[in-house]
């Protein structure tokens, strides 16, 4: 446990994480990734390109040092990271690596003025509460996937049992075990881990399932994105028959049991979750308002699905907006932009809802803006980031 006076000094260096922490964890990833390639796989680079994997650390990191007194204030960011931990596989050997980085990265960005002994004593401390709480974590996580039915422990292999294009831009890839064994059971939400050798490296990526684990095969459903190494050599160079390596699936942002209207708002290939989280909710009598947006038709992935299951199921009402009106039949039910006047009159009339919103960031950000102006309970309006947590306001 942190001593009084580490979380003091601790707290004494939030302000300078709010002026300068992207910075200093800029610096703290350039170094690590140059220094320690065994942890490069662990890193998805263009997120790193694009600064958004360190502005996220640097946002969590503040939050640490903010709440250092009391870090049940954390809320869920602790258990989306252990949960992105697991999806990739973190280690308890992956995090001197990263202790030493960061302190070393907080001595060379503050200077020995601002780092001094006792600053980095204070640090050293906090990283190694930290390194424990999470350790612990994932370690009681991989042993329950490894012990329960179907599950299992680091890399396993798999079969690519079927590959189907369900848009111009999006590909649906089944997987089965190679063992032919049961697999671990998932729930509508989560994603799985994957493990790739491109060109002699190493790289991980995580995917949501966009159907039901319930008939002994995983589904993931991959844009093709411009430059995307992971998925640009799925959607070229991953053909049935070949195998893959898969971690257990993992995530937090789950499919919570309620008996609440559901309503299940996806921009794009934000879609993927959304298919699995409809499966499970249309096996009870629960209404489903399902909001899909797309660029234009044909990137519009699972329509035909979509429909055939409102066709069978009364409690399902499902509306589409395109950004544009390529001509592409047949129409949505809106073009433009997803407008708030337009969410609400697809909302049930009582706003007494769970909500699930997942897309590109903007999207997100307008879709939560407009869900609590008209009156959805914020604690019943849920989102997830593909990749690094951002703020949305």
């Not at 263009?46 to 007194?69: E, F, K, T």
């Not at 202790?99 to 004593?121: F, K, W």
Request: glycine share 8%; with cysteine.
């Amino acid at each position: 446990m942190l001593s009084v006076q580490d979380r003091a000094i601790i707290k004494s260096t939030v302000p300078l994480l709010e002026s300068g922490g992207e910075a200093l964890i800029t610096h703290f990833y350039r170094m690590m990734l140059s220094e320690y390639p065994e942890v490069r796989p662990l890193f998805n680079q263009a997120h790193q390109a694009s600064g958004d994997q360190p502005r996220a650390l640097a946002n969590g990191v503040l939050m640490y040092a903010r709440h250092i007194d009391q870090l049940d204030q954390l809320g869920d960011l602790v258990a989306k990271i252990i949960n992105k931990h697991v999806a990739l596989q973190i280690l308890p050997e992956h995090y001197p690596i990263v202790g030493a980085c960061l302190l070393r990265a907080i001595s060379e960005v503050l200077g020995d003025e601002i780092a001094t002994p006792e600053v980095m004593s204070a640090w050293g401390a906090a990283y190694g509460q930290l390194a424990d709480i999470l350790i612990g974590a994932e370690s009681a996580i991989y042993d329950q996937k490894e012990q329960a039915v179907g599950g299992w422990r680091g890399a396993r292999e798999f079969i690519v049992a079927a590959k189907v294009q369900e848009s111009a831009e999006i590909t649906s890839f089944y997987f089965e075990p190679a063992d032919k064994g049961p697999i671990l059971a998932a729930e509508p939400g989560q994603y799985i881990g994957m493990q790739l050798f491109l060109d002699g490296e190493e790289i991980r990526r995580n995917y949501s399932l966009s159907a039901l684990a319930n008939n002994g095969q995983y589904r993931i459903s991959v844009k093709r994105e411009p430059g995307g190494r992971a998925s640009n050599y799925l959607h070229d160079q991953l053909h049935v028959g070949d195998s893959i390596q898969l971690f257990p699936p993992s995530g937090e942002f789950t499919l919570a049991a309620s008996d609440k209207p559901l309503v299940l708002i996806s921009g794009g290939v934000g879609i993927t979750p959304t298919l699995a989280m409809l499966e499970a909710a249309l096996a009870t009598e629960r209404p489903v308002h399902f909001i899909h947006c797309a660029r234009n038709g044909s990137v519009h992935a699972f329509r035909d699905w979509v429909d055939g299951l409102a066709a069978r199921h009364p409690q399902l009402k499902r509306f589409y907006c395109y950004a544009e009106d390529d001509g592409a039949s047949p129409a949505a039910d809106s073009v433009g932009l997803l407008s708030r006047e337009q969410l609400g009159e697809w909302l049930p009339a009582q706003r007494d809802v769970d909500a699930y919103f997942l897309g590109p960031k903007g999207f997100m950000g307008a879709i939560k803006r407009h869900l609590n102006a008209l009156g959805v309970p914020e604690q019943q309006s849920r989102y997830e980031f593909f990749g690094p947590a951002a703020a949305l306001e």
